[in-house]
Every structure is written in C-alpha cells, then in structure tokens.
C-alpha cells in the first residue's frame, strides 16, 4: 500500500452535489486530498436521494455513494450567519474549492471567487456550470441529458433509420468532471510556482463538444456537412465498413478499421472480395456491412475471434457485464474494491483509475453521513 499520495496535504471544500462537481472532488480524494463535503444540516446534498434503478446503501442512494466515497461531511447552513462564518473560516484554510450551483448562487453568500481570493490569495476555485457563465443558455438546467440533446451528441449513435439516440450514461457529467480536474491540477503546479491561486470554470456544454472535437471539426471543415449514421451497425458516423458491431450465432462481436478484402480473406468471405477500392469503403458501407453482417452470423464469436486475433485483425467480443466480471483479463485489473461504513455496511464500487508509481490506488472510507465529521473539522481547524 502507497504510503504518500500526491495530493495528501491539500484541503478540498466540495460545496458540488449531484455528478460532475462531486465526480472531480472524488478523484482529488483518490489521489490523497482531504476532501469535506459542505451538506445541508439534517438531509445532506441533494445527490443522497437521487436513485438509479433502485438500488440503496445504508439508507440511502448507491449512486451517491460511488461518487462521495473517501470523503468527510460538514454540516452548514449557508442562510445562518454563525454557520455561514464558520464555512468562510475553513475556506480561509482550503487549497481548492468546488461548487456546481447556477450562476450567482455562491454570490448571495458571498461565496464566489472574487469574494474570497482577496482573503486566501491562494486558494484555487472550481466552478462547474451547465452553459457558462454568459449567452442565453446560462440559466438552463444543466442536466446530462438535456445537455447531450442541445449539443448534437444524441445524433452520433444508433442508425440512419433512428431518431436521436442518447448515449446510456452521464458521460457529459464524468467528462466535465475530469476536465475539472486538469484545470485544478494545472493551477495546483502554478501555484507551486508563483504562490497564485486562481478560478477554473468549466461547463457541460463545452466539455462534451470537446469530446466530440474529431468528428465536429469534419462537420466546420466539410461545408457544414451533417453527420451520415451507417443504415446497419453504425457506430461511428464518419467511418467506413467494416467498423460497428455485429451478430454471430452465439453473441456479439465488434470491429474496428481494416482492409475489406484481407478481412474476406480471413473470414473466408468471397462476398468482400470485389471492394478492393479503399475509397468505397465509405461510400459503400452499407453495402459492405450488410455482407458482412450474413456472414458473420453463421459461426460463434470465440470461432471468429480466434481468426481475427491471429491475423491481428481489430476485433472484440461484445461482453456483458457477468461476461466481463469472469474474463481473466478484467480480474487482473483489480477494479473493484469494498467501501464501508462504520456501521459495518458495506458496498462494492469501483477503484481510482490512476495508477502513482506502479501502484493502484484504493480506500475503504465509504460516503459519509451528513455532517458526521462537523465536529471533528471544527476541532482540527478551531472553528467554534
């Protein structure tokens, strides 16, 4: 076990709820800040009842446990001048503060970053929006959904036949959370350098036109083209044949780029043979994957896994996640790990992803109870 992490020393406020916010104080915990969860007296951050399907932990939320785990709580309330006094001293102590409130929410507090950077020059201040800060968008609700629908992203997936089809899962929230991170980390080295801190703002809208940066980029640069999905087994809408997924007799399986004809010569499908032009692999696609696609269903997945992978071929099985969990491969990664609560609860959940030193990274300190560390932090940092 890692005896020193990278960040052990730094003071995180996380004031986030919900995902994105929550997600980048999450892994600052991960890679050893002491993380404190600003929470409502009584009931806590929003985010302990929010529920996917309808899995609880300890009476609450399993989502919020995947993604407050390793973390403490403090209990304030913000509308209470003893309270709020209380938070602005422990901020006064913070290296990094994280909030995901709409626009001029921390303001009414005098919260914000120009409120405080005079008193804690150093102190480093996340603000996670859904739209920015300006435009007509900045009051919308910020919600994954709404914002993979408004940024074009729901048109990527599914076929040319379908309607928009949204991806099946908060992707926008987990890749603004991670672009926090980078800023945070970014000022962190700065800071380091010049003593300064500073303001990181990042939004769900603009994180995930990031993340579509290659396939919008061919939209700027192509005449204002609109993406053509694949009429069968699309996965990417600017690639040509063979790439998406297919049926076998037993399974799934998916394949990425590749020579149409040699992969015939693998498959021993005589039906490819006659698209030697490179250049109608796009154009043809449709075409290309519907032979492919009668063809693959006649034998299982291990038979053409075991042709593809000793041509080197760019292939994978489509696992599901029992399939997964059994496959020697993911065992060997070590990803998930066991968090638990005082009270003896405990809750399987994933691990840090990072690796520091050739070592993975794991904690066993599961989300807390609202404000059950208030006491202990007013100690520590002589706040009563």
């Given at each position: 076990?890692?005896?020193?992490?990278?960040?052990?020393?730094?003071?995180?406020?996380?004031?986030?709820?919900?995902?994105?916010?929550?997600?980048?104080?999450?892994?600052?915990?991960?890679?050893?800040?002491?993380?404190?969860?600003?929470?409502?007296?009584?009931?806590?951050?929003?985010?302990?009842?929010?529920?996917?399907?309808?899995?609880?932990?300890?009476?609450?939320?399993?989502?919020?446990?995947?993604?407050?785990?390793n973390k403490l709580s403090y209990a304030?309330n913000l509308k209470d001048e003893k309270?709020?006094?209380?938070?602005?001293?422990?901020?006064?102590?913070?290296?990094?503060?994280?909030?995901?409130?709409?626009?001029?929410?921390?303001?009414?507090?005098?919260?914000?970053?120009?409120?405080?950077?005079?008193?804690?020059?150093?102190?480093?201040?996340?603000?996670?929006?859904?739209?920015?800060?300006?435009?007509?968008?900045?009051?919308?609700?910020?919600?994954?959904?709404?914002?993979?629908?408004?940024?074009?992203?729901?048109?990527?997936?599914?076929?040319?036949?379908?309607?928009?089809?949204?991806?099946?899962?908060?992707?926008?929230?987990?890749?603004?959370?991670?672009?926090?991170?980078?800023?945070?980390?970014?000022?962190?080295?700065?800071?380091?350098?010049?003593?300064?801190?500073?303001?990181?703002?990042?939004?769900?809208?603009?994180?995930?036109?990031?993340?579509?940066?290659?396939?919008?980029?061919?939209?700027?640069?192509?005449?204002?083209?609109?993406?053509?999905?694949?009429?069968?087994?699309?996965a990417n809408a600017y690639l040509g044949?063979?790439?998406?997924?297919?049926?076998?007799?037993?399974?799934?399986?998916?394949?990425?780029?590749?020579?149409?004809?040699?992969?015939?010569?693998?498959?021993?499908?005589?039906?490819?043979?006659?698209?030697?032009?490179?250049?109608?692999?796009?154009?043809?696609?449709?075409?290309?994957?519907?032979?492919?696609?009668?063809?693959?269903?006649?034998?299982?997945?291990?038979?053409?896994?075991?042709?593809?992978?000793?041509?080197?071929?760019?292939?994978?099985?489509?696992?599901?996640?029992?399939?997964?969990?059994?496959?020697?491969?993911?065992?060997?990664?070590?990803?998930?790990?066991?968090?638990?609560?005082?009270?003896?609860?405990?809750?399987?959940?994933?691990?840090?992803?990072?690796?520091?030193?050739?070592?993975?990274?794991?904690?066993?300190?599961?989300?807390?109870?609202?404000?059950?560390?208030?006491?202990?932090?007013?100690?520590?940092?002589?706040?009563?």
């Open positions: 076990m890692m005896t020193t992490l990278p960040l052990e020393g730094i003071v995180v406020l996380d004031f986030s709820q919900f995902l994105a916010g929550p997600s980048a104080a999450l892994r600052l915990a991960d890679l050893g800040a002491k993380v404190i969860k600003i929470e409502r007296p009584g009931t806590g951050e929003l985010g302990r009842s929010l529920y996917i399907s309808d899995q609880e932990f300890d009476g609450e939320s399993a989502l919020f446990h995947t993604i407050n785990r304030a309270d709020l006094k209380k938070v602005k001293r422990l901020i006064a102590r913070a290296d990094i503060l994280i909030e995901n409130f709409r626009p001029g929410v921390m303001r009414k507090f005098g919260l914000d970053y120009d409120s405080l950077k005079e008193e804690n020059t150093k102190l480093i201040y996340g603000s996670v929006t859904g739209y920015g800060t300006e435009g007509p968008w900045k009051r919308l609700p910020g919600q994954d959904l709404l914002v993979q629908a408004r940024s074009g992203l729901a048109w990527l997936s599914g076929e040319s036949t379908q309607g928009p089809v949204p991806v099946g899962l908060s992707l926008v929230d987990i890749i603004t959370g991670a672009h926090l991170v980078q800023g945070l980390l970014a000022c962190l080295v700065r800071r380091g350098i010049s003593d300064k801190g500073g303001l990181v703002e990042v939004n769900l809208m603009e994180s995930i036109l990031d993340m579509q940066f290659e396939l919008f980029t061919c939209h700027l640069n192509d005449g204002g083209q609109l993406p053509r999905r694949s009429g069968i087994n699309n044949a063979p790439y998406g997924v297919y049926r076998t007799a037993d399974g799934y399986m998916a394949m990425s780029m590749g020579d149409i004809v040699r992969l015939g010569e693998i498959l021993e499908c005589p039906g490819l043979t006659p698209y030697d032009d490179s250049g109608a692999w796009f154009a043809k696609r449709d075409e290309i994957k519907t032979v492919l696609a009668e063809h693959l269903i006649g034998r299982s997945t291990q038979d053409w896994m075991d042709r593809l992978i000793e041509a080197d071929y760019w292939a994978a099985p489509v696992l599901d996640w029992r399939e997964l969990r059994k496959d020697g491969g993911f065992k060997a990664l070590e990803f998930v790990q066991e968090v638990e609560r005082e009270s003896g609860a405990v809750l399987k959940t994933t691990r840090c992803p990072v690796r520091i030193d050739h070592e993975k990274l794991f904690s066993r300190r599961a989300a807390p109870r609202p404000g059950e560390h208030t006491e202990s932090i007013n100690t520590e940092y002589g706040l009563d």
